[in-house]
């Protein structure tokens, strides 16, 4: 039997995803949850071999309760049902661990099929998830807007110095430093040291290592 949990803030959705799936002869809906932090508990309490996991949910969301369950549970895979298909959300799910993704208009015999694929471990994707993911990857990567001396500053600010220390560091004044790290905000649209480190790497302006 494949073990499933079903993760939606809809009681109405869980209730029709676990009666579509019950009726298999070698599935069982084994629980549910309503949000991404209770995903996580029922998932871990349960060990199923399936979360059917929602994105968009209170508290936790569905990527963030993907990486918790992927990290933690060797044998759980996670499919993800939503109604939403932007590229930033089909490659937060993939970069977090979802073995699947499929949107909640999938025909119920295709969601039956993926359920058990992803029980083996197999890749799903809706096909207008798989052209955007191939479309993603085609593109050229975009040109770095950062300065090489922004991204010297940058780097600095990501190992933790402080503006006096990164000026002497690169022989430059404190109030160049100011200036260089104004320019940065500007240009990844934050505010603070904190969040342009961040953005930054998740751009792949900088190195997630440093050295």
Do not use: C
């Not at 933690?72 to 490659?91: F, N």
């Amino acid at each position: 039997m494949i073990r499933i949990l079903v993760a939606d803030d809809h009681p109405i959705v869980r209730a029709g995803l676990a009666g579509l799936l019950d009726v298999e002869p070698d599935m069982e809906v084994v629980g549910e949850a309503g949000d991404g932090h209770e995903a996580v508990a029922r998932a871990t309490t349960l060990r199923p071999d399936v979360v059917l996991m929602d994105l968009r949910m209170p508290g936790l969301d569905g990527v963030g309760a993907t990486r918790a369950i992927t990290a933690g549970l060797q044998g759980t895979r996670v499919l993800v049902l939503t109604t939403y298909d932007t590229d930033d959300d089909i490659v937060h799910a993939v970069e977090a661990g979802a073995t699947g993704y499929l949107l909640k208009d999938v025909p119920r015999p295709v969601l039956v099929d993926a359920v058990r694929a992803a029980a083996r471990g197999e890749t799903v994707l809706a096909p207008p998830v798989a052209a955007r993911l191939v479309s993603r990857l085609r593109a050229p990567a975009p040109a770095n807007p950062l300065t090489p001396r922004e991204v010297e500053v940058l780097r600095a600010v990501a190992k933790g110095m402080t503006n006096a220390e990164i000026g002497r560091a690169l022989f430059i004044g404190e109030a160049t430093v100011k200036t260089h790290l104004l320019r940065v905000f500007a240009k990844l649209g934050v505010d603070d040291r904190t969040r342009a480190v961040t953005i930054a790497m998740e751009k792949g302006l900088l190195p997630t290592r440093l050295s």
